[in-house]
């Protein structure tokens, strides 16, 4: 096989992982738009929650152990995380 041949099939093999990766990174995406989704309608539900019980707290006069939403649920995207270096080379991607 000469060079043209050979660069014309590693290049249609990287098409191919690309192609692979964005269907991936595209179903990936899908699946965090719905779980966020999901994630908003039950922190608005545990919000209803918790103020029909304080409702009855007061109500009442009896002291609940009422949950509070944790501020990074309300925010994904701000999640404490530690910064990794992540490390690349022409020589990771096999062909």
Do not use: W
Not at 32 to 50: D, P, T, W, Y
Request: hydrophobic content about 45%; charged content about 15%.
């Amino acid at each position: 096989m000469n060079l043209a041949a050979q660069l014309k099939h590693q290049n249609s093999q990287i098409d191919a992982q690309i192609n692979l990766a964005t269907q991936q990174y595209i179903t990936v995406e899908s699946e965090n738009a719905i779980l966020r989704a999901q994630l908003h309608e039950l922190a608005e539900r545990l919000h209803s929650v918790n103020s029909v019980l304080r409702m009855v707290e007061e109500a009442s006069g009896m002291a609940m152990d009422i949950p509070e939403i944790p501020i990074p649920l309300l925010k994904p995207r701000q999640l404490p995380c530690t910064a990794q270096t992540i490390m690349a080379n022409a020589d990771m991607l096999q062909f």
